[in-house]
């Protein structure tokens, strides 16, 4: 199976800042590489697909880049709806593995 | 709009089989696009379960295999998640999953405890 590690597993920011989460992969997965956004008591949100491909309806403030075996999603002038955990998924090959979650909070 | 609810038992006891249906509105389980199951256990994670395509063809994650089962349900357009042998790590939210290259669709969630 693919490993995907996360980091870092938390981060503390301000509204307005900008934060940078990795996703490594422990071998190459191509672009095949989703962003989630996770609410608690809500169902996960797609933000990103295919590594760097912004899903619609989310706000351009979310971008991702990345191919092979590593890949950042970055969040730009940190809105307070934006604190909460996120996590990416590999769909290269089967099993589909998620990382481990990044929970980001207000500073 | 293509939606998505969960339904099922929300307490399992024990080495007892987890059963839960997806239920789909605004699509067709026989279209060409797979089914997927996700959960996420109490202060843990998202962890993928698996997924079946419309032909019945399965996908699992490797240390469930041998307990899970996927399928779809055609007559009544809903895709269902089997568990045996359930133990309190099994005790998760339960989501289901749908989607194509650029849309994506989930359910709610719905909680299911392990628990005698």
């Known amino acids: 199976d693919i490993q995907m590690t996360q980091s870092p597993s938390s981060l503390s920011a301000s509204v307005g800042d900008i934060v940078t989460i990795t996703c490594r992969a422990s071998q190459d997965v191509k672009n095949d590489l989703d962003w989630y956004q996770h609410e608690p008591g809500k169902a996960p949100r797609r933000l990103i697909y295919?590594?760097?491909t912004l899903q619609s309806g989310v706000p351009s403030r979310f971008s991702g880049s990345g191919s092979g075996t590593e890949f950042t999603l970055t969040i730009n002038n940190l809105r307070p709806e934006d604190f909460a955990t996120y996590y990416c998924l590999q769909y290269l090959s089967y099993p589909r593995t998620f990382g481990q979650g990044t929970k980001l909070e207000i500073k | 709009q293509v939606q998505l609810q969960e339904s099922g038992p929300g307490l399992v006891k024990p080495s007892g089989t987890l059963s839960l249906t997806c239920a789909v509105s605004g699509d067709s389980v026989s279209g060409s696009k797979w089914w997927t199951w996700v959960r996420q256990p109490p202060g843990k994670g998202l962890e993928w379960i698996g997924e079946?395509?419309?032909?019945?063809?399965?996908n699992y994650k490797s240390s469930l295999r041998g307990r899970v089962t996927i399928s779809v349900d055609k007559p009544n357009n809903q895709f269902s998640l089997r568990l045996s042998s359930v133990t309190a790590a099994d005790t998760a939210v339960y989501y289901c999953?749908?989607?194509?290259?650029?849309?994506?669709?989930w359910g709610q969630g719905t909680l299911v405890t392990v628990s005698s």
């Open positions: 079946v395509y419309h032909n019945g063809n399965t």
């Open positions: 999953v749908t989607g194509a290259v650029t849309t994506q669709y």
């Open positions: 295919a590594a760097s």
